[in-house]
């Protein structure tokens, strides 16, 4: 509980511009209204799923988050996870999935697992990031499609892109005339406008679904609470976990590069673990934190939690009293400012530093983009990233271990070694050595080296076993203090060959 309290010590000293985040906020819970509805119809739910969602995750992640300003709601990546569970068992396990991905999120937050996040390289963050641009911007061309899934062709094609470009153009234009509004929600205003006075047959929100409703209602879900159940919804609830906190903490890093400020991933994953709970048991598909909603909104100048709040409320007055207002909203101008958030989110300074960065760092870029960008698979992108980039890099350090070799004026035989000892570069480092013809005692130092795992222990072993077949001494010198520390937990599994030192079984010789 210590530990919890100490994550929430909310700081009520900064400024808050409210007429921005009220204003942003509004703008934010408009665009959240067709998202939410389609990636409940994704996952096979109804839109009142994804929209109770939304209001949740919203509500919840904007008091408790932590990072002020990010927006959260149901996302396409949680959807993709849940849609063959909603397909197979319906949605009273959808709900009780929410809740156990909900516990595990608390549980890494606790734990704080967010620290990983160090571990994401750039270049994974710059295929995530432009991926999902590309994958914002897929998703409206829907938009320009007929009910019967063939493109729109004549008048209605050309009202809609004009209708379009005019949303893109105030959202460019405006913010270099008057930043006194947020751009996004002047477009939208002037777009309704226009459709209005000029009764144009475009279309709304409500061709998409009816978002009228109530209060989420409280709801238990109906599933046996038995082991089968848990063995079932378990592994759907783990994925969804580690979806969402992957996606809301690389956006959280997002987020931070823009607004020069510092979140923090721990508080975040147990805000988003909290969120989910509460969706699970309020009729929602559960989520995670949204960026192209939270570009939306930091782009506006929100900076406070005021402005999450406002949107997850403002998105509940929707449903609740403002649905037949709502539902006349065009699509065009919301599949405008979805096309400019994809603009703003791709890292268009990527393709400036391609000449600059090394081979390997640019196919992982182009690998985590593509993953993205295919298969729709936000977290499996940054793994392969992470995974790939990993082996790169032990790669590149197996080829940086050296030895300089000299004889000393007792006939004495040094091997300097130089760069880190371990899986990867114990085959080079054996090479080094010419047991047959050296002198009868040789001294391997460590002054400029590391012995990092099990593999370098081993390889350590093996070394002064050859020597030791015929004849010879061996002494490691200059071992630092974890790699000793190593050596003697290992001393149960692997016996290191140099027997002059009874308490590591290893010569340590101090200069």
Known sequence: ???????????????????????????????????AVAFALIAGLSPLTGLYAAFVMGLVTSI?????????GATGAVAVVLVTLAQSHGVEYIFATVVLAGLIQISAGMLKLGKLMRLVPHPVIFGFVNGLAVIIFMSQLAQFKTPSGDWMTGDSLYMLLGLV???????????????????????????????VTFNIDTKTVGDIASIKGGFPPFHIPEIPFTLETLKLIFPYALIMAGVGLI??????????????TRGHGNKEAVAQGAA???????????????????????????????????????????????????????MAALTGLMIMVSIGTFEWASFSTINRMPNSDIFVMVLVTLVTVFLHNLALAVIVGVIIAALVFAWDNAKRIRARKRIDEDGVKHYEIYGPLFFGSVTVFNEKFDVLNDPEEIIIDFAESRVVDM??????????????KVGKKVHLQHLSKDCIALLENAEAIIDVNVLEDPKYKLAVDKI
């Open 165 to 195: 470009a005019l949303t893109m153009l105030i959202i460019w234009g405006l913010p270099k005339l008057s930043k006194a509004l947020p751009a996004s929600l002047i477009a939208i205003l002037v777009i309704f406008a226009v459709v």
């Open 64 to 72: 408790f988050g932590g990072r002020p300003g990010m927006i959260s």
């Open 455 to 468: 593999s370098a222990i081993e390889a350590l072993n093996k070394i002064t076993e050859r020597y030791s």
């Open 276 to 330: 989910n709970i509460l969706s699970g048991f309020f009729s929602g598909m559960g989520g995670c934190a949204m960026i192209g909603q939270s570009l939306i909104n930091t782009s506006a100048g929100a900076r406070a939690r005021l402005s999450g709040i406002v949107a997850a409320v403002m998105l509940l007055v929707f449903i609740m009293f403002g649905s037949g207002l709502i539902e006349k909203l065009p």
């Open 247 to 260: 996606e809301s903490l690389l956006t959280l890093n997002i987020v931070d590069e823009i607004t020069e």
């Open 1 to 35: 509980m210590k530990r919890l309290l100490n994550l929430y010590r909310f700081d009520f000293s900064e400024p808050v511009n409210y007429k921005t985040e009220i204003l942003s906020g509004v703008t934010v819970s408009l665009a959240l209204v067709p998202e």
